[in-house]
């Protein structure tokens, strides 16, 4: 998108649009919903770290 911006063959309010459909692909809503959605929600999970604890190389 910064090549773009930057030859001006797009405008920051088009680059806006583009990332706003895209988001609503993926996630079904809107950026804007979806970090409301984010602060309202509080962690549902703690993140289990203890895979991470043996060396990488012993990982599988």
């Known amino acids: 998108f910064k ?3 930057l030859l ?3 405008s920051e309010d088009d680059v806006g649009i ?3 459909e895209e988001h609503h692909l993926a996630f079904g809503t809107s ?3 979806r970090r ?3 602060k309202l929600t ?3 999970t703690a ?3 203890k895979k991470f604890d043996p060396p990488a190389v012993h990982r599988r």
């Open 3 to 5: 090549a773009g911006l």
């Open 8 to 10: 001006g063959i797009v």
């Open 18 to 20: 583009i990332v706003d």
């Open 31 to 33: 950026l804007k919903e």
């Open 36 to 38: 409301i959605k984010e």
């Open 42 to 44: 509080p962690l549902a």
């Open 47 to 49: 993140t289990d770290w």
